[in-house]
């Protein structure tokens, strides 16, 4: 089986939209579980809907696949999903090292997905000695002072960074200089990074964040007030009422930004 070192995808050189790319995934995975389901066919628009597309914006996305479907039939199956893990380039074996064995490191090293997806965890590495030795997913975690070695011995192309913030650039030079030309960044920073090598970054605090913003939004829709001199709903069906201190016989009282009605018991 051939490496991730000697063969990359040709999605750049066939033009592809890098939007399109970003899809791929959703649609292989959409229609992963329908071949697990022995589903033959399937059309664009439950494709689209299993996707979380539009079917338009599928329909044009597989034309730069080459692939149109069949009037009434709907997509192959099993064809789209041979022909989008080759455009991805998982119809090979990707080496991955993964940098930082904390707790997010150890979580993505525990993750059974890789290996499914056509990625193989190479090695486990972490800056801490008193790591050095401890089995990780199977995997004994290994120091920093080897990380060259590992990527060249294994052909390793794809770095998965999980350091903190501080230890990242760092990391990604490193990675870098000894050949790796993808680097999955979970650390909480922007890396610097030479022509050539692509960063996909996953900030998870920055994607709550965006969640908390569409929260707030949604909150204010619900409480923000009527315009000027409509009625409010709570007051409309009452009759007309006459000043709250004439009516109830008393007399307002001073406060320190003007006259404040007296509260009165109800």
């Known amino acids: 089986m051939a490496t991730g070192r000697t063969h990359r995808p040709a999605t750049r050189s066939r033009g592809i939209p890098e939007a399109t790319v970003a899809r791929l995934p959703l649609y292989l995975r959409a229609l992963t ?6 589903v033959p066919t399937v059309s664009s628009e439950e494709l689209a809907t299993a996707a979380g597309v539009n ?47 904390g707790n997010l490191g150890a979580a993505l090293a525990n993750y059974g997905g890789f290996a499914s997806r056509g990625f193989r965890v190479a090695a ?25 070695s590992i990527i060249s011995d294994n052909g390793v192309s794809i770095g998965v960074i999980a350091t903190p913030a501080g230890a990242a650039q760092q990391v990604c030079d490193r990675l870098v200089a000894a050949g790796v030309t993808s680097i999955l960044n979970f650390a909480p920073t922007v890396l610097a990074v030479p022509e050539g090598v692509d960063v996909r970054k996953v900030d998870l605090s920055i994607e709550l964040q965006i969640l908390a913003f569409h929260e707030q939004r949604k909150a204010g829709e619900e409480t923000t007030p009527a315009p000027a001199g409509a009625p409010r709903a709570d007051l409309a069906a009452r009759p007309a009422a006459q000043p709250r201190a004439a009516a109830a016989g008393t007399s307002a009282r001073k406060g320190p930004d003007g006259e404040v009605p007296a509260v009165m018991p109800a």
């Open 124 to 148: 486990l590495i972490d800056a801490d000695p008193a790591m050095a030795g401890k089995p990780v997913a199977g995997l004994p975690v290994r120091h920093t002072d080897e990380l060259e």
């Open 33 to 38: 579980a329908l071949s697990e389901r022995s």
């Open 55 to 101: 079917s338009a914006k599928l329909r044009k996305d597989f034309s730069y696949l080459g692939s149109y479907g069949t009037r009434g039939v709907g997509y192959d199956v099993e064809y789209l999903v041979y022909q989008i893990s080759r455009e991805l380039g998982l119809t090979q074996d990707w080496p991955v090292v993964i940098v930082g064995i």
